[in-house]
């Protein structure tokens, strides 16, 4: 419940919606570095940002906005997240590598698990939307991380990529995270589904590996990123 006189979740994300779909730049970022300083990274990614995006993208498929102010909202917002993923990276903490599969551009829940791992003293490798199971193969063999985290939004991304994801499980630990991220596509994989929303996630993965080295699997209550 909010207290009286402070600005309500729901309220953060109607003065986002306010700004940024009118094209405004500036006062989009006003209202983000207010709800960071507000609520602090991990709350305001969890309960404001990421809802926002949610509803942004509601909003587009219903026809209540463009594509142009979708694209913009989303371009301030990740502006600013990527701002956050290199302003508290460790030095000497355990190493997630994090992907998207190939054809996958839901990028924004992984974004804030990177964010929320490294504000826990992790090391991030962060690889972005659409990245080929070549490129994980290769930054893995030469980084050998303790986690490679994979997010995908349908089931069959991540089947599709089942043998190389299986190959890759017997030297790195594997989790897949986001919507498509099923127990029958991770047994698939020889990986474990990464759940909780991405700042839980991230929460998750270190109270189960941290700084001690690698575990089986991370697990919560609902699938993360």
Same mark, same amino acid.
């Given at each position: 419940?909010?207290?009286?006189?402070?600005?309500? #979740?729901?309220?953060?994300?109607?003065?986002?919606?306010?700004?940024?779909?009118?094209?405004?730049?500036?006062?989009?970022?006003?209202?983000?570095?207010?709800?960071?300083?507000?609520?602090?990274?991990?709350?305001?990614?969890?309960?404001?940002?990421?809802?926002?995006?949610?509803?942004?993208?509601?909003?587009?498929?219903?026809?209540?906005?463009?594509?142009?102010?979708?694209?913009?909202?989303?371009?301030?917002?990740?502006?600013?997240?990527?701002?956050?993923?290199?302003?508290?990276?460790?030095?000497?903490?355990?190493?997630?590598?994090?992907?998207?599969? #190939?054809?996958?551009?839901?990028?924004?829940?992984?974004?804030?698990?990177?964010?929320?791992?490294?504000?826990?003293?992790?090391?991030?490798?962060?690889?972005?939307?659409?990245?080929?199971?070549?490129?994980?193969?290769?930054?893995?063999?030469?980084?050998? #991380?303790?986690?490679?985290?994979?997010?995908?939004?349908?089931?069959?991304?991540?089947?599709?990529?089942?043998?190389?994801?299986?190959?890759?499980?017997?030297?790195?630990?594997?989790?897949?995270?986001?919507?498509?991220?099923?127990?029958?596509?991770?047994?698939?994989?020889?990986?474990?589904?990464?759940?909780?929303?991405?700042?839980?996630?991230?929460?998750?993965?270190?109270?189960?590996?941290?700084?001690?080295?690698?575990?089986?699997?991370?697990?919560?209550?609902?699938?993360?990123?």
């Amino acid at each position: 419940m909010t207290s009286p006189g402070r600005t309500s #979740p729901l309220e953060w994300r109607a003065r986002l919606q306010d700004t940024l779909e009118v094209f405004d730049e500036t006062g989009g970022h006003r209202v983000l570095g207010e709800v960071f300083d507000t609520l602090g990274v991990e709350d305001a990614l969890s309960l404001v940002v990421l809802p926002y995006l949610h509803d942004v993208g509601e909003r587009w498929s219903n026809g209540s906005i463009g594509v142009g102010q979708e694209h913009f909202a989303s371009n301030v917002i990740r502006l600013r997240l990527s701002v956050l993923m290199g302003a508290d990276e460790a030095t000497d903490g355990p190493l997630a590598v994090l992907a998207c599969l #190939p054809g996958e551009r839901h990028e924004f829940g992984l974004m804030a698990t990177s964010i929320a791992l490294s504000r826990l003293g992790w090391r991030t490798c962060y690889l972005g939307a659409s990245t080929p199971t070549s490129e994980l193969v290769h930054t893995c063999r030469t980084l050998e #991380p303790e986690v490679l985290v994979l997010s995908a939004h349908r089931s069959t991304a991540f089947a599709a990529q089942a043998p190389a994801l299986r190959r890759l499980a017997e030297t790195t630990t594997v989790l897949l995270a986001a919507r498509g991220a099923t127990e029958e596509v991770a047994d698939l994989c020889h990986a474990s589904v990464l759940r909780g929303d991405p700042v839980e996630a991230a929460r998750t993965l270190e109270a189960q590996l941290g700084h001690s080295g690698r575990s089986s699997g991370a697990a919560d209550e609902s699938t993360a990123v």
